[in-house]
Nanobody, 121 residues
Framework: QVQLVESGGGLVQPGGSLRLSCAAS????????MNWYRQAPGKQREVVASITSSGSTSYADSVKGRFTISRDNAKNTVSLQMNSLKSEDTAVYYC???????????????WGQGTQVTVST
């Protein structure tokens, strides 16, 4: 099994910055793509940013140029640096990781517990 622990959410004013982090722990696994999703009240969960094991990144159009995803493969962590935050970025943010378990070499999706980001005056 793999556990994901998120940190870094909170309340910030428009134009401010926050950094989210997610750490994966467990035994006998390797990590493929790491993603950040978000879900605002009354809306579907949407992918915000993704990073592959080789470091290739992709972003939702709404956050391009403002958010940066990064990962540390040695520490099994993924981070999301969020700058120039807007009220519409308010949501619960979830870390999502594609993991290959060595027990059967299957690929499984794991989710963090979610962290609230509120952008407001």
């Amino acid at each position: 099994q793999v556990q994901l622990v998120e940190s870094g959410g909170g309340l910030v004013q428009p134009g401010g910055s926050l950094r989210l982090s997610c750490a994966a722990s467990g035994r006998d696994f390797s990590i493929n793509t790491m993603n950040w999703y978000r879900q605002a009240p009354g809306k579907q969960r949407e992918v915000v940013a993704s990073i592959t094991s080789s470091g290739s990144t992709s972003y939702a159009d709404s956050v391009k140029g403002r958010f940066t995803i990064s990962r540390d493969n040695a520490k099994n962590t993924v981070s999301l640096q969020m700058n120039s935050l807007k009220s519409e970025d308010t949501a619960v943010y979830y870390c999502n990781v594609g993991v290959r378990l060595f027990r059967d070499f299957g690929i499984y999706q794991y989710w963090g517990q979610g962290t609230q980001v509120t952008v407001s005056t």
